[in-house]
């Protein structure tokens, strides 16, 4: 008897947040519906996915981006910390963010005696500001089967760009070249 209630109330877990949703979804339709004026089909579901993205823009707008900014100034005053997030950030802001940095894939070549070859990416051409005269540029070489990657100084000649979507060729660098 005991089992035939544990089904009962998993069956419930499932059915009763899926009913009341449908119900809202419904009677917000009619709801919504009933208040214009015209009787348009669908207006209702345009006005329901407007409301909707207003309320998430407003939420991100008052409630989101002033909670972030606390926690990044306290994180700023700590400084082994700060290093740490700030890396981390300029990271994944390079991968995700609106400036994304990681748009060059090139093969690197490890020495002139090998023909070994590195899966990376150019993310400086010009590094006179860190007083090198010579022509090399910084190139990123993401490690296989995680986060983690290393920052190669190189000679320009070794290295040769690679005609591919930069999130493809990162997908097949990060997969250990598994994915196609």
Not at 11 to 28: E, K
């Given at each position: ?9 998993q ?26 004026p ?72 490890i ?51 690679v ?12 997969s ?5």
């Open positions: 008897m005991k089992r035939l209630a544990g089904y009962f109330f069956g419930l877990l499932l059915v009763v947040p899926l009913a009341v949703t449908i119900y809202v979804i419904y009677f917000t339709f009619k709801f919504i519906d009933g208040l214009l015209f009787d348009i089909p669908g207006i209702g579901l345009i006005v329901i996915i407007a409301a909707i993205t207003l309320i998430g823009f407003i939420t991100k707008l008052v409630i989101t981006k002033p909670i972030i900014s606390f926690f990044e100034r306290i994180i700023k005053k700590s400084p082994l910390i700060k290093v740490v997030y700030s890396s981390v950030k300029d990271l994944l802001s390079a991968f995700v963010g609106k400036e994304k940095k990681f748009n060059n894939p090139v093969l690197v070549k020495s002139d005696d090998s023909d070994i070859e590195r899966l990376g990416f150019i993310t400086q051409q010009d590094l006179s500001n860190l007083g090198i005269k010579e022509k090399k540029i910084a190139v990123y070489l993401p490690s296989s089967y995680g986060i983690l990657g290393e920052l190669y100084i190189v000679p320009e000649k070794y290295v040769t760009p005609d591919m979507h930069s999130a493809e060729f990162m997908k097949y660098i990060v250990g070249g598994v994915s196609k």
